[in-house]
């Protein structure tokens, strides 16, 4: 991507910043699919396919960017692959690490237990970057509710980590209307959430957070790091 090219997504990120401050998740989408045509990707976790709908109503056959860790839940690999099956217009694009499971336990041991921060890095990151380069913005489904880290998050922002503009069209939703719109339109959704897991990503490094606390609080559980270098 060439500097003019930077600067110019960068400039869309800011008036659309302020012009979208307080759009809908209809209206990110829709002027996110009118202004990136097939140059945007949806990141998804496949805890649920709230954001994978929206999205697939501003265009069908979006592409839908998940991160095969190689350390994810069997259901999140089964929610996954039941989103293929209800949303057959949409193109998965699995992410994976350089190195496969084995490789690189073989070579660092469980960076997960270690060093879990790189284990990060190397499996969730790095291919993330590799990816989102090939895309002039990407769509998540940050929410200010999430923690107190995201309290902040806007509906449009430039993303100067990864060098592209990011919309998180649901970033004001509650969870009210959160659970809401599952309930209204049955989206699928991850068996583990109804078994206590509010926020999920890879197994190791996942648990069910406590009665009353915010949902990331099952993510790394006893150490500091809230965030796996996706969002902050």
Known sequence: MTQSTVDDLKSVAEAASAALANA???????????????????ASNMQDAV???????????VDVLFL????H???????????E???????????????????????????????????????????LQRTLAKYDAWV????????????????VQWDDRNGLVKVN?????????????I????????PLVQEGYLSIGCAPCTAKPLPGSDPRSGRWAGLAKTECGLHG
């Open 24 to 42: 809908t998740a209809t209206e990110a989408l829709a002027w996110t699919a009118h202004t990136f045509g097939d140059s945007f990707i949806v």
């Open 51 to 61: 954001l994978i709908d929206l999205a697939a109503q501003a265009k069908p056959d």
């Open 183 to 190: 309930a209204e339109h049955g989206i699928l959704q991850n």
């Open 140 to 155: 998540t489904g940050v929410r200010r509710v999430d923690a107190p880290t995201r309290a902040d998050t806007p509906i």
């Open 169 to 181: 069209p649901i970033a004001a939703w509650s969870d009210e209307e959160f659970d809401g719109y």
């Open 85 to 127: 099956a209800v949303y057959p217009s949409v193109r998965i694009v699995n992410a994976e690490a350089e190195q496969s499971v084995a490789d690189q336990e073989a070579e660092f041991g469980l960076l997960n237990k270690t060093d879990p921060g790189r284990c990060c890095h190397l499996r969730k990151v790095v291919p």
């Open 68 to 71: 095969q860790t190689g350390y």
């Open 73 to 83: 839940f069997a259901e999140t690999i089964g929610t996954r692959d039941a989103v």
